[in-house]
C-alpha cells in the first residue's frame, strides 16, 4: 500500500475514533414534570417527550419540550393549562438554553457529579435567566440528570383568572429528570 492511502486511512480511522468519543449526549424521552400546591387543590402534570443535548465537551445544554405533551390527572385541568393559562396554540414550545456553571471537563469522571445550571429559560413566550441545582451521573456511554427548582408564573405572563387564583399557586415546582446516551 502506498503511503498516501495508507495516510488516508489512518485519517479516516482516527476520525471515527474521535466521533466514537463524542461528548455530546442525547435524549427524546426525557421527563419534565411539575406541581402546584394549594389549600384548596394540588395540581401535577407529567411531559415524558423532553428532548435534550448536552455536550460534556463544553458543558452547554439544551432542552425543548412541546407545552400540549403535559399530561394531567384531570382532563379538565389539561385542557385549561392549554387554552387558558399557557396557550399552547400560541406558545406550543418551551425550552432552556444553557450551560454547567464553572464548568471543567477534567472533573465529569464516572460517578455522580453535583452541578449548578444557569440559562434561559422560555414558557409562554417569556425569556428569564434561571439558576438551577443539579445532578449528573456518568456511567459508561450514559448520563442521568435530575434536578428540582422552582418558578414564579408571574414571572412568565401567565395570566390566572381571580376566580382560581386560590387555587393555583404562584410558585411551581418542577422536576428534570433524563437519560442521554452518547451520540
Request: a negative charge; glycine letters at 6%; hydrophobic letters at 40%.
Amino acid at each position: 500500500m502506498n503511503t498516501i492511502k495508507k495516510l488516508s486511512l489512518a485519517l479516516i480511522g482516527g476520525l471515527f475514533c474521535l466521533n466514537a468519543n463524542a461528548q455530546k449526549y442525547m435524549t427524546q424521552n426525557g421527563t419534565i414534570q411539575f406541581f402546584s400546591e394549594t389549600p384548596v387543590e394540588n395540581i401535577e402534570a407529567v411531559n415524558n417527550q423532553v428532548s435534550s443535548v448536552i455536550d460534556m465537551e463544553t458543558g452547554n445544554l439544551v432542552f425543548k419540550l412541546l407545552m400540549k405533551a403535559f399530561t394531567f390527572e384531570k382532563a379538565l385541568m389539561q385542557e385549561h393549562f392549554n387554552e387558558k393559562y399557557v396557550e399552547s396554540e400560541k406558545f406550543p414550545r418551551s425550552t432552556f438554553k444553557g450551560q454547567i456553571k464553572d464548568f471543567d471537563k477534567s472533573k465529569y469522571t464516572e460517578g455522580k457529579h453535583e452541578v449548578i445550571v444557569v440559562g434561559e429559560l422560555t414558557i409562554h413566550g417569556v425569556t428569564q435567566k434561571v439558576e438551577a441545582p443539579g445532578t449528573i451521573e456518568i456511567k459508561g456511554d450514559q448520563l442521568i440528570v435530575n434536578s428540582t427548582f422552582t418558578v414564579e408564573v408571574a414571572d412568565y405572563e401567565i395570566k390566572i383568572p381571580s376566580t382560581v387564583s386560590d387555587n393555583i399557586a404562584k410558585t411551581i415546582e418542577i422536576q428534570v429528570e433524563a437519560e442521554y446516551d452518547a451520540m
